[in-house]
């Protein structure tokens, strides 16, 4: 059926308007020509199509000139001009009309624009209900498809036409632009979009889902055809301005353009693409690089070498960088200098390995960084943010706290100063998480974790690995308030994920030592062959955490009574000082300053304090700690707790008194009370005396932090000792639980297997059970383990 196109609206607007000059101009299948013939045939004329109009084709004192499509710019002439009293026009957006100006300035124009050449119900009230309501409604009052919607087929003519009309003149740029567009429609539109697309679809495309699927098929067909160099290349360079340059990168090595995909590359700052984009998308996109060139292009190397760390990597990123770079490269000293041969991103990118090799600079590595960095550009302000970022990691591992929060604030001021970047900003705010609760601050922990959260949830693309570092710092948050679940759930979920990924130094020395911790308290003996085992795997990759893991291991002993076990681990560590180096020191205690030095002393520390008869200056060893500038708020709250025990077995209560209400105080102030939950073994039998525990109980806030503590002693491992179970039976449950056979078990507790089997028949009696598996169902429904 032939679908009556009539335009009395318009044709009215036209006869009655006093303007001489009168241009349609609109895309193609906005009717242009169809009111043009209308309004030539009303004024008994006819409508001129040629690329220069003559004075013959002005008829009756009107020209009516339909530009054709393929035509750009053209020129009509004085002598047209001057013959005609009502000149009609109608062309294109991008069609350029001159010679026009001093008629339109003397004469006046009347410009009829897509917005009223749609139609509205008026211009269609003639025509049935169902037909104005689709070309209404579904194709946003575009003119061309009143009659493709009439033929009863399906979309594909649809499709067709906007091929063949509507994107006949466009680019392969413009192409993808259009493309961009129609999958991100609530987006604004670009310049391409109002040359070629109805004014209702770019200002309400949400209302339009079947046009907008008709032209993304279009679109889709049309990229298809685009295969040459110079139509590819036009298409990622729009991708690229769009910010989309891995899309650009893959869509040119498919083609097997790998040099303009590496110049993309270089534009977009190469390994920090990263960061602005899926970690998955960038590896898939990097990884496909030929070997030729990752030899030739030093950015390209750099970039794969970033996948490479953020996968855990670190020894293959060492090979690459050596055998591409020159074995001098891993010394950070050579690279580092003034005047080294090595460029300023190789430069900067050493700087950034650092912080995944576990290595705390020296007051000399520190000074050549700063050396370092007076060669960073002005106004280059991500560099400047990255530098403080790293020197927020090593002052971390070097325990200068202060300069640590400095290095941080900086860092946030220039991401700031850039306009913002939310991964690099969600870092820092987790490097201050991290830094405030190593120290001990919980309080101001609770919001920089707040601000990480914020500022990850704005990040525009999928960042997995970063939640689950913001899940930890979060659980640890939650253990400090006395509630231990989140963090041991994620230990038993997601820490292999993490441990796994590319962790920095100090988040991982962090995240050890916060879910050891929490497995000490609920299944002592149960975190070294279930946990810290399985950590072996990434710890070894060349982040030295081994002596860390060894010093767990033994403060795991400790807690479950086995002294001996524990002494006999910490012997076997490799520190520079030893056990007898410590039971002589004192002064020189306050001036140790590594983390793992400082741990393993307070390790056997520990030991000292908890002997019936400890020596006679284990007070002063314990107050020089304290004074020690590298002993963390929180490690402080360990030591008043041991001074109040020592104190209190030489029965000086006064001391005792003194020291305890101190610890407490200090821990509800800094909101760590997880640390009184890791020393129950000393704090339990001090609250047990009545005197003390009514002495300290007159703060407000050290009742509130005894209440957080007295929650967190209800762990499986407590709860299996009250229904009856003894020490070592509790432990076999613990080690059963963790998939042990009685083998593992005796090898795990250095006791025969004949003993094994007596304790777990034990077990068993008091379970009521036969059987292993009846006997961990029953402990799992009485919440002896979980």
């Known amino acids: 059926m032939n679908v009556p196109f009539d335009r009395p609206r318009l044709r009215h607007l036209v006869s009655t308007s006093d303007a001489r000059i009168v241009i349609l101009s609109a895309a193609a299948g906005a009717g242009k020509t169809v009111l043009m013939q209308q309004l030539a045939t009303e004024a008994g004329g006819q409508v001129c199509t040629a690329l220069q109009p003559q004075q013959t084709d002005v008829q009756a004192g009107a020209l009516f000139w339909d530009v054709p499509r393929k035509a750009r710019t053209l020129r009509l002439s004085d002598p047209v001009i001057e013959s005609a009293e009502r000149i009609v026009i109608a062309c294109r957006p991008q069609q350029k009309v001159t010679g026009l100006a001093r008629a339109r300035l003397h004469d006046g124009a009347l410009i009829i624009g897509p917005q009223d050449l749609c139609f509205g119900d008026a211009d269609l009230a003639h025509l049935p209900v169902d037909v104005m309501r689709t070309v209404i409604d579904q194709y946003a009052g575009w003119p061309a498809f009143l009659r493709l919607t009439d033929d009863g087929e399906d979309d594909a003519h649809i499709v067709d036409y906007c091929r063949e009309a509507l994107f006949a003149h466009l680019s392969p740029g413009d192409m993808a632009a259009l493309s961009l567009?129609?999958?991100?429609?609530?987006?604004?539109?670009?310049?391409?979009c109002a040359e070629i697309l109805p004014p209702h679809l770019l200002s309400q495309p949400d209302r339009y889902p079947r046009l907008l699927e008709i032209l993304r098929e279009a679109v889709h067909l049309n990229l298809e055809t685009y295969t040459s160099p110079a139509a590819l290349k036009d298409i990622a360079a729009t991708l690229e301005h769009s910010g989309q340059a891995l899309s650009a990168m893959a869509l040119l090595l498919d083609h097997g353009l790998e040099g303009p995909a590496a110049s993309i590359l270089e534009r977009a700052n190469g390994r920090d693409l990263i960061y602005r984009s899926s970690v998955a998308a960038f590896q898939d996109t990097i990884m496909r690089f030929s070997h030729e060139m990752v030899a030739a292009n030093e950015t390209i190397l750099l970039a794969i070498c970033r996948v490479l760390m953020k996968q855990g990597e670190l020894h293959r990123v060492r090979h690459l960088l050596s055998k591409y770079l020159g074995f001098d490269f891993l010394d950070p000293m050579k690279v580092?200098?003034?005047?080294?041969?090595?460029?300023?991103?190789?430069?900067?990118?050493?700087l950034n390995l650092m912080l995944s090799e576990d290595m705390t600079p020296n007051d000399a590595m520190i000074d050549r960084l700063r050396e370092f960095m007076a060669d960073y550009p002005l106004g280059e302000y991500g560099k400047w943010a990255s530098y403080y970022n790293a020197i927020l990691e090593f002052e971390i591992r070097r325990r200068n706290f202060r300069e640590a929060e400095a290095a941080a604030a900086r860092a946030l001021i220039y991401l700031k100063k850039?306009?913002?970047?939310?991964?690099?900003?969600?870092?820092?705010h987790l490097h201050q998480t991290v830094l405030r609760l190593s120290s001990g601050d919980a309080l101001l922990a609770l919001k920089a974790v707040r601000d990480a959260r914020s500022r990850l949830e704005q990040v525009p693309h999928e960042a997995p690995a970063e939640f689950r570092m913001l899940r930890l710092a979060e659980a640890c948050l939650d253990y400090e308030a006395g509630r231990h679940q989140p963090l041991l759930h994620f230990v038993q979920t997601?820490?292999?994920g993490f441990a796994a990924a590319e962790i920095w130094p100090s988040l991982m020395q962090f995240a050890l030592q916060y879910a050891s911790q929490a497995l000490i308290d609920h299944f002592p003996m149960g975190v070294r062959p279930g946990f810290l085992d399985g950590l072996w795997i990434h710890l070894s990759d060349g982040l030295q955490f081994h002596a860390m893991m060894e010093i767990r291991t033994a403060i795991a002993y400790q807690n479950a009574g086995r002294w001996r076990e524990a002494a006999a681990t910490l012997t076997a560590i490799r520190m520079p000082m030893g056990k007898n180096w410590i039971d002589s020191a004192v002064d020189e205690l306050s001036r140790l300053n590594r983390r793992d030095e400082i741990a393993y002393v307070m390790a056997w520390l520990r030991e000292a304090v908890h002997l019936w008869t400890p020596r006679a200056y284990l007070a002063q060893q314990l107050e020089a700690l304290i004074a020690n500038p590298k002993v963390t708020n929180r490690e402080r709250v360990a030591l008043e707790i041991w001074l109040s025990y020592a104190a209190h077995q030489r029965r000086e209560t006064g001391l005792a008194r003194s020291h305890l209400l101190s610890a407490l105080e200090s821990a509800?102030?800094?909101?760590?009370?997880g640390v009184l939950s890791e020393e129950r073994l000393f704090l339990s039998p001090l609250l047990e005396n009545k005197p003390l525990r009514s002495f300290v109980e007159k703060s407000i806030g050290v009742r509130s932090s005894l209440a957080i503590f007295s929650s967190s002693l209800n762990s499986p491992h407590a709860r299996a000792l009250k229904g009856g179970l003894s020490q070592r039976e509790a432990q076999m449950l613990q080690l059963a639980a963790a998939g042990l056979s009685n083998?593992?078990?005796?090898?795990?507790l250095n006791i025969s297997e004949v003993t094994v089997k007596y304790h777990i028949g034990n077990l068993y009696r008091k379970l009521g059970c036969s059987r292993r598996a009846e006997a961990l169902s029953a402990a799992t429904a009485l919440g002896w383990i979980s």
């Open 743 to 748: 083998k593992r078990i005796a090898a795990t």
């Open 668 to 673: 509800n102030r800094l909101g760590c009370h």
């Open 336 to 350: 580092l200098v003034k005047g080294s041969r090595f460029s300023f991103d190789a430069r900067t990118f050493r």
């Open 418 to 428: 850039m306009g913002g970047q939310p991964l690099l900003e969600f870092f820092i």
């Open 494 to 496: 997601d820490f292999d």
């Open 181 to 192: 567009w129609l999958q991100a429609s609530d987006q604004p539109a670009p310049a391409i």
